[in-house]
Structures are given as C-alpha cells and as structure tokens.
C-alpha cells in the first residue's frame, strides 16, 4: 500500500479514544431523517480480514463524506468518536459504532479488491431461538410464489408492497416482504412473466414476524436489494440450484409522538429486582438491585471532558500547531462557543453480578463521585493526550471491585427495544442504609452467597441524583429522551491516566 502508517482491524476500535486509524472500504450507504437525529448519512464500512462496522456523519459533513469516500473504494480513516451500536436495526454485529466528525481525516490506497464481503446466513439459522432479530442479515435465495405489487395505505400514505418467498437449494424457503422502491425493483420481471430463474440478494435485511411466521423484510432504506447479482458468491449459488432441479413457481395473483412529562422518582416506593427480572422486564420502569461490581468495562475509559460552565460534553477541536504549554480548544455545544476551561467527569461502565445473573450499569460524574469518595478531575494527571492503554486505572477505581451496592436504576426503551444489557444508575445505596433496605427488601441473597465484600461506610443515602444533573440526566421517568441524546453518545474520552494506576484483568460477560 502506499500508506505504511500503521492501523487497526475494526474490532479492535474500541470507545475509549479518538485518535483511532482504519483501512476500510465502503460496502454501501443511505441517507435518513429522524425526529431525534436529523438528517444523517449512514455507512456499513468492512475492513480487510472481513469486519463490518456502521459508521455515520450528520448533515454538515454528509458532502465531504460522500465525495472522499465512493462506495467500493479503500480508504485511510482516521480521527472519529466510537460509541455504543444499539437499536432495532444494527447493520453488523460489532458492539460498537463510528461517527465522523470535522476532526476525521480521509486519504486515498492504492489497495483494490472486489469482495463484497458477504455475511450469507443460512436458512436454518434463521429460525434459531438465539438469533439477534436486532441485527441485519444479508440472504440470498430463488425468488418462488413471487406475487404482484399492492398499493397500501401506510400512516395515511400509498405505499407499494410485494410478498414472495426465498427458497434455497436445500428447498427451505421463509417468507418475504418488501416495501417502496424495493418492491418497484420487480414490476419489469412481474409484467414479462419470465419463466427464468430469479435469484435475489437481500443485504441488511431485517429479521421480523408476521402472523406468527418468520418474514424478511426490507429495513427501512439500510436495505440493498440486488436481482440476478454476479458475484462469485451468486453464481456458486444459481449453479448449485440447477443441479437440484427445484422448480420455480411464480403466482400471480401514523405514529403519534407524545411528549410525555419527566417525573422524580420516589425511590422509597421503587421496587427491588434481581438482575434476572431486569433483563427480561417488558415495560419501562425504575427499580433497586443490590449486586456486586465484579469488573470495570474498560473499553470506554472511565471519565470524559465537560465544560466548567455547563458540564455537558465537549468535542476537541483538533490543530496541527497547537504551542505545547498551550491549553487545547474545544467546542461546547449548549454554550454554542469554543471553550479552553474543561475538566474531566466520570462516566463508568461496570460489571456487576447477583445470584440471579450479570449486566451492566453505567453511571456518571453525580452518583460515581460519591461512591468513589473523590472527584475525577483529582485523580487526572492533567494531561491531555487521549488513553493508550485503557486497562490502567487509578487505584479508587479499581478498589470498587469486588463491593457491593443498592443501585437505583432505569429500565428504558432502549433497554426494551434493542436488548440493551446496560442500565442507567441514578442513586446508590451503601453501608448501614445497604442492610436497612436488604431487610425491608423481599429475600435477596446476592450478599449472603457472593463472595464480593459489602462496602461500609456512614453514608445513609449517597447525592441525591436532583431533577437535572450535571450529566444532563433527570431522574428515571416514564420515558427520558435525555438517556438518548447522552447516553448513545457514551464516546471517547481523552487522557492518560493518573494517580497509582492499576492494571485491570478484564471481565467478560456474554
């Protein structure tokens, strides 16, 4: 390649800086419009060894992207946030997305290759118990019992709408059902009534369900739909087929969004769950967990940079000749100015553990501060340069392995809708107060059976997470759309560690 400077494989792209390096090349991209996001562009990004990851810009980067970054070119990529992949409609499996930013610098290789890098899953994996519905799939098969095209009304809209089925060349077949423009793609082969083999590709395709039968369905416009592709990967298939002789047979035949008023919780009416009941809740909800912290996810670092003025997040805005005794700038969006006074705020991700089972929790600056017993800006080493090795912490960190807490937590849409395993900590309970609630508590014997040591202390009830945070967090409410705008943009933070750093044994939790 003409570019020697080094570079990571996608998977090893983890949260905890910016100052990541990518080669990379664009499998495919679409643009969309939500009420929270705006207008965004979106990305699925495949490296050499084959990893696939979603990448995404907003509207004022959108034109810079799709001129330096042509769909089947490679490309050198580096300066982005890493944050959390989540939601209905994941585009790869990796646990992690990228968003470039004014900061993301993209150069041309030399390097070319025609790989698609397909992901094909099999029929019978589909309809496993232990499929992610959440992820997107791509699926090839003969297109049979190919119906016509139906206008339909959709949120008081027309909307076009084709069934068929996929079948493939062990004669399994699942249901299909595509929508818009995709449908539109097969009114030419409907009105020639060919009696030829029709193989169709489907990549990013959602898994779903209709009247208790597994369909394929288009997601929304992250779909790509290919018809009689001539990929390697196509033609082994359309080969194998006519050597099975299967016949073809072709037939033919509003969302209200409510505002929906933030209310403090009352903790003392909040029930206790164990972690199992929390995976599996099916309503939003707030409830107390008394675990114990078994590791420190240490893949997003454990604090980021707030502004002194607002403590919301800020972004550095990077230059080449930044004097070094010279405080770096960086843009505050709520103060809608460049600001040099920052300082660091906690955000960690913990393993934590009961009898029952495992997740994770994350809490911010408010509630971290207190159990910790010191802020994060005294245990930074004032520096300014992003972590290199995220596995060293300070020490104060480190000691809450192995403590248990009461955990005031949230159960939020997120947590519903995508599967998310991570809860949002807005109080915790420790020391006399700890045992004073196990015992009004319904039996719980995650202290009694754990081998974790229970944390003692005078505090009763530790900060009280008031109705607005520094973090931008209100208490847990019936539905919080701060937890969106904040919570999916757990991002890199950047800074070499501090004071008696530790080396952590990572804990990994399915």
């Known amino acids: 390649m003409a570019n020697n400077q080094s570079y990571v494989y996608l998977h090893k792209v983890k949260p905890f800086k910016d100052a990541w390096r990518v080669h990379v090349k664009l499998l ?14 979106e990305c699925v990004l495949a490296d050499e060894t084959g990893a696939k990851i979603h990448a995404s810009c907003k509207r004022t980067q959108m034109y810079r992207l799709q001129r330096n970054l042509p769909v089947g070119e490679w490309r050198f990529i580096q300066h982005f946030k890493v944050s959390a992949s ?3 409609y994941r585009p790869t499996p990796l ?16 390097f070319e290759d025609e790989n698609p890098y397909l992901t094909l899953v099999s029929y019978e994996d589909i309809r496993k118990e232990d499929s992610d519905e959440n992820v997107l799939i791509d699926i090839i098969g003969e297109v049979i019992d190919l119906g ?9 809209k027309d909307r076009k709408r084709l069934h068929f089925r996929l079948r493939d060349t062990n004669g399994l077949d699942v249901a299909c059902c595509l929508w818009g423009k995709y449908a539109e793609q097969f009114e030419s082969i409907i009105e020639d009534k060919s009696d030829e083999i029709l193989i169709c590709l489907i990549r990013f395709a959602k898994i779903s369900f209709y009247k208790g039968d597994i369909q394929i369905t288009n997601a929304f416009d992250a779909s790509d739909v290919i018809l009689n592709p001539t990929m ?5 298939f359309r080969e194998k087929l006519l050597q099975n002789d299967l016949p073809l047979a072709i037939i033919d035949k509003k969302s209200d969004n409510k505002a929906i008023k933030q209310q403090k919780t009352d903790w003392d009416d909040v029930q206790f769950r164990s972690i199992a009941e929390i995976l599996v809740a099916i309503e939003v909800q707030s409830c107390k967990i008394i675990c114990s912290i078994e590791g420190i996810d240490t893949d997003w670092g454990w604090f980021y940079f707030g502004c002194i003025g607002c403590n919301k997040r800020v972004t550095r805005i990077r230059k080449n000749d930044v004097p070094q005794n010279e405080k770096p700038l960086w843009r505050c969006e709520k103060c809608h100015s460049n600001v040099t006074k920052v300082e660091p ?15 994770k929790l994350m809490m911010l600056d408010t509630v971290a501060s207190t159990i910790i017993g010191s802020d994060a800006v005294q245990l930074w080493d004032g520096s300014y340069d992003e972590i290199e090795d995220p596995e060293v912490i300070p020490m104060p960190l480190q000691s809450l ?5 009461c955990f005031g937590i949230s159960i939020n849409s997120g947590n519903l809708d995508s599967g998310s395993n991570t809860f949002f900590v807005s109080e915790v309970w420790t020391g006399d107060n700890l045992h004073k609630l196990e015992s009004q508590s319904e039996p719980l014997s995650a202290l009694e059976t754990n081998s974790s040591t229970l944390s003692t202390g005078e505090v009763m009830l530790l900060k009280q997470n008031y109705e607005t945070s520094s973090e931008g967090f209100t208490t847990p409410t019936v539905k919080r759309k701060e937890e969106d705008a904040e919570l999916k943009d757990i991002t890199s933070t950047s800074k070499k560690l501090c004071i008696t750093p530790v080396k952590l044994e990572k804990t990994k939790f399915d």
């Open 148 to 156: 016509g095209i139906q206008t339909v009304q959709v949120h008081q």
């Open 95 to 110: 646990p992690y997305k990228i968003t470039f930013t004014s900061d993301t610098q993209i150069t041309r290789s030399v």
């Open 86 to 88: 989540g939601g209905k």
């Open 401 to 405: 392995v192995g403590k248990s807490f």
């Open 28 to 41: 495919h991209s679409w643009t969309q419009n939500t009420s929270f996001g705006g207008e965004t562009l």
């Open 232 to 236: 390697k990967e196509a033609i082994k």
């Open 345 to 359: 705020k906690y955000k960690l991700h913990l393993n934590v553990e009961d009898d029952s089972g495992s997740c």
